[in-house]
């Protein structure tokens, strides 16, 4: 692992970019503009996800994985070999626009220390109108106003180390969908707050998630584990339930197929193993729901 040399008073960031190889244009356009980051001291890893990096700019190492391991654990994969008392997560079709960003994204973890992970707001880079889901909270107001939230979009998540070692990571099982609420959950349970930094900006292209051959499977089995593995007993039948709800309200009536494929994967949700379970704190509960979102929806 390279140790990167700081001045006085610079952050140092691990910097984790995640790809299977198949975007090279856009990759290569978000290391690029991971390396244009001022003011800060960097170390970059492209994790191969099944595909063996090339053509990388100068002073980003590769790691090659030989298979794809999926995205929780592959961001995983990178995290050991960077050094760095942030860390930073970016996907392959995402890019920063700002050179400033992670300074000042730095910034605000800085003058608030009960920040432990934050997520800047999220545009296309071509004018295409965001999509709602981007804003991570339940009464989306504006895209601009910040505040804490409790799930968050992965292509671009800046976290204190020490805060993101105490959570143990992405949510390897799940593959892919939900790891990001998870991760904002464990956040919370050690006493820190996830924020939306709508003064922010990540470029990312407006895609549908379910580009994603298994997006419904999966988004539903994933609820279900996301619940079993760290929802205290009582919370778990609430949560399902209230989004088993939301689901077929959604679905019953525009796509009966895609709430099939959802409910097939609800039912290996409870099937199959999820992984070790750690309840959230009672304490975390109760400062979720002062914060405004209880743990059942």
Avoid at 78 to 94: K, Q, R
Avoid at 227 to 243: E, I, T
Wanted: charged fraction near 20%; hydrophobic fraction near 40%; charge should be positive.
């Amino acid at each position: 692992m390279s140790v990167p040399r700081a001045e006085a008073g610079t952050p140092t960031v691990g910097v984790v970019v995640l790809t299977q190889g198949t975007r090279p244009e856009d990759l290569d356009r978000g290391i690029r503009s991971v390396l244009a980051q001022k003011d800060v001291t960097l170390d970059v890893i492209c994790v191969g996800n099944g595909w063996q990096p090339t053509g990388l700019p100068t002073g980003v190492q590769p790691l090659a994985l030989p298979t794809n391991l999926g995205i929780p654990a592959g961001r995983n994969r990178g995290v050991s070999l960077v050094s760095g008392e942030y860390l930073f997560f970016l996907d392959d079709d995402a890019s920063i626009p700002d050179p400033y960003f992670l300074r000042d994204a730095i910034a605000h973890l800085r003058a608030d220390p009960s920040i432990g992970l934050l997520q800047p707001r999220v545009e296309d880079p071509t004018g295409v109108e965001s999509p709602r889901r981007w804003i991570p909270r339940i009464r989306k107001g504006e895209a601009t106003a910040p505040g804490p939230v409790f799930s968050v979009w992965e292509g671009a998540v800046l976290l204190r180390r020490d805060v993101f070692d105490a959570t143990g990571g992405w949510a390897e099982p799940f593959f892919y969908a939900h790891e990001g609420i998870e991760l904002a959950w464990r956040v919370w349970d050690q006493g820190r707050v996830a924020w939306y930094a709508g003064d922010l900006v990540a470029n990312h292209p407006v895609i549908s998630p379910t580009r994603h051959a298994d997006y419904y499977r999966l988004n539903a089995r994933n609820r279900v584990w996301l619940a079993r593995r760290n929802l205290p007993a009582l919370f778990v039948p609430l949560y399902v339930g209230s989004w088993t709800a939301i689901q077929v309200l959604r679905w019953t009536l525009n796509d009966r197929q895609a709430l099939r494929a959802w409910f097939g994967g609800w039912r290996e949700g409870w099937r199959s193993d999820p992984g070790p379970r750690h309840p959230l704190r009672a304490r975390t509960v109760w400062r979720m729901t002062r914060a405004g979102r209880p743990p059942i929806i």
